[in-house]
């Protein structure tokens, strides 16, 4: 008998943007060392961007990503899918009807590339699909595919956006069918393991007044389809959201398997940057431990001008050593010139400007002492496996809320961001605390808590690889459960036909 067909096998399809992909990659290859065969899909564009962000591309399109993986014996196939739109169409330049295509046109084009994959040996037995997409069971149950929901964000933020609802009966979120309503300002402490919230601290999707934008109805949608998954996965930890991840586990299997890392924390062997990484290391060898300043506000994004001309005027003031990546197309302008006359020149012996970079690289780096960041969660869970305290400045999404848990309930990072106006010498005097005081000293202190707490649930006993091997285990029961009813069924349409 060929042991090939015991094997689960996942399809991995990752949310096209840069903060899903980087952790659905090192969760392919850690289901691969679980025994799992994966296929693991990107769409074209997501592919073309990275392929050509390489070092030495070729210009052709078949490179793959996990070719290298593979010269080690991973079993990862690689394909691509297309999302609705040609390559040559500028996604971020157009960015809501392109997420009006990921809404609807995209399934036809995951439809098809999963009953292509189904024809695969062995054939694939569930599909571990990001929580953003709307389709995700419909097409599980179309392929009698295990339905499981990747989530790339803390649990608190997931079930603010589960009980959606509840946050729409109790008038803290408005009617998807109304524009420009108000919402109510007190304190929200009605959500199921979740304690007291306050609206500022919801995610920017859930704080405005407009909620029927495409990015409101792909939330809605999504988490309304989310509740037929057969399991959903969290790359957080028990012990950092106990109770809600308790309380979400009630309602729906629930597994928190984070932190989704490279193995050892190093430079990933599969490429996932969207865009060239500049090497900082020699210019960070040259600086003193603890010293510079790490700033980067994600890869997605989009901010003013006026924004970056007071992040430098900050910089300036605190008088500190700093890595600032400004990324391409960042800004909300078509202006080139962004900076404050002078800027680069007056900042050339203390700071380094770089379009992108490793960013674990960087804040592994003992020179980096402190990070001016949105607040991704992938930056988050890095800044706290490399103890470096945390600058907070959401932009959007869920950043304000993953900055209430930085801020309020870990004490890892300081908040710049109150009321979306900020003194540029009070926040310079917080950079300058940070990197040479006290306040630093105490940041790092509690990071330290947060950063074995990461340790342990990783260590072979811990919870998430506990967790993981709990979530592996009742997918392969599923998959028995659903090829006994697929069986089942077919006796049934025999013998009603016979």
Known sequence: MNNDHQKPHAIVIPYPLQGHVIPSVH????????????????????????????????????DDIFTDSRKSGLDIRYVVVNDGFPLGFDRSLNHDQYFEGVLHVMSAHADELVGETIKTNPPPTCLIADTFFVWSSMISNKYNLVNVSFWTEPALVFTLYYHVDLLRKNGHVGSLDTYFIYNREDTIDYIPGIGAIEPKDLMSYLQASDTTTVVHRIIFKAFKDVKNADFIICNTIQELEPQTISALHEKHPTYAIGPIFPTGFTKSVVATSLWSESDCTRWLDTKPPGSVLYVSLGSYAHVSKNTIVEIAQRLLLSGVSFIWVLRPGSINSDETDVLLVGFEEEVKET??????????????????????????????????????????????????????????????????????????????????????????????????????????????????????????SDVKIKTQEKCASAMCQQLNSSANHG
Do not use: Y
């Open 27 to 62: 969760l392919a290859l850690k289901l691969e060392t679980k025994g799992f065969v994966i296929t693991f899909v990107n769409t074209q564009s997501i592919h073309q961007q990275i392929t050509k962000s390489q070092p030495n591309h070729s210009d052709t399109f078949g």
């Open 351 to 472: 700071g380094l400007m770089v379009p992108w970079c490793c960013q674990i690289e960087v804040i592994s780096h003992p020179t980096v002492g402190g990070f001016l960041t949105h607040c991704g969660w992938n930056s988050i869970l890095e800044s706290v496996w490399c103890t470096v305290p945390l600058i907070c400045l959401p932009l959007l999404t869920d950043q304000f809320t993953n900055r209430k848990l930085v801020v309020d309930n870990w004490k890892i990072g300081v908040n710049v961001c109150d009321n979306k106006q900020i003194k540029a010498e009070e926040v310079a005097e917080t950079i300058h605390c940070l990197m040479n005081g006290k306040l630093g000293d105490e940041l790092r202190k509690n990071i330290e808590v947060v950063k074995n707490k990461l340790e342990n649930a990783l260590s072979t006993d811990g919870s998430s690889q506990v967790s993981l091997e709990k979530f592996i």
